[in-house]
């Protein structure tokens, strides 16, 4: 099973991809975390990205599908995958060529996602400065939404209001992947 998560920073993407992980043994592969771990390398690429994140910017499509590409080589992800925060853009949508089974967008308000961001309990990483992630809210709504619109045309996309209860939105991703499930056998 190939799924894609998408969803505005704070919608519970990680959240979601680790308990659709649980159930069904997928590996959750987060662009996020890629790219966490590229900007802790001391390279040029290195750099780059980590200077690129903290301001709150995208990396671009170019080589954001390289590295997501290269990646999913891995034998890891070679019988699936859930990816978060990936394709962010629809000129990456459009180039990414791996077939895809369902794509589901966690619906949050921008209000309810600064909320949760500021209140999480994890370490305040150094990419969520108020800045960069009020950076990030606008290009998701400039950039990514019509990727959205993308995978809707394309009859993939599942809609899940992401502000409801960690286990409501888990149940409602679950009952269609029962069904991908079945066609799958």
Not at 144 to 168: A, F
């Amino acid at each position: 099973m190939r799924i894609i998560l998408i969803g505005i920073q704070g919608s519970g993407k990680s959240t979601q991809g680790n308990l659709i992980n649980e159930k069904y043994k997928i590996p959750y592969l987060s662009s996020g975390h890629i790219f966490r771990e590229i900007a802790k390398d001391k390279t040029k690429l290195g750099r780059y990205v980590k200077e690129t994140m903290n301001a709150g910017y995208l990396i671009p499509d170019s080589k954001t599908l390289t590295i997501v590409e290269e990646y999913l080589k891995k034998p890891t992800y070679k019988k699936g995958y859930i990816l978060d925060g990936f394709p962010r853009t629809v000129p990456q949508a459009k180039a990414f060529k791996e077939k895809i089974d369902k794509v589901f967008y966690l619906k949050v308000s921008d209000k309810e996602a600064l909320w949760r961001l500021s209140y999480r309990n994890d370490v305040l990483r150094d990419d969520e400065t108020l800045g960069a992630l009020r950076k990030r809210i606008e290009l998701f709504h400039e950039v990514t939404k019509p990727v959205i619109e993308y995978y809707r045309k394309k009859k993939l996309l599942i809609e899940v209001n992401g502000e409801k209860e960690i286990k409501e939105v888990f149940e409602l991703i679950d009952s269609h992947l029962k069904i991908l499930v079945k066609h799958e056998k």
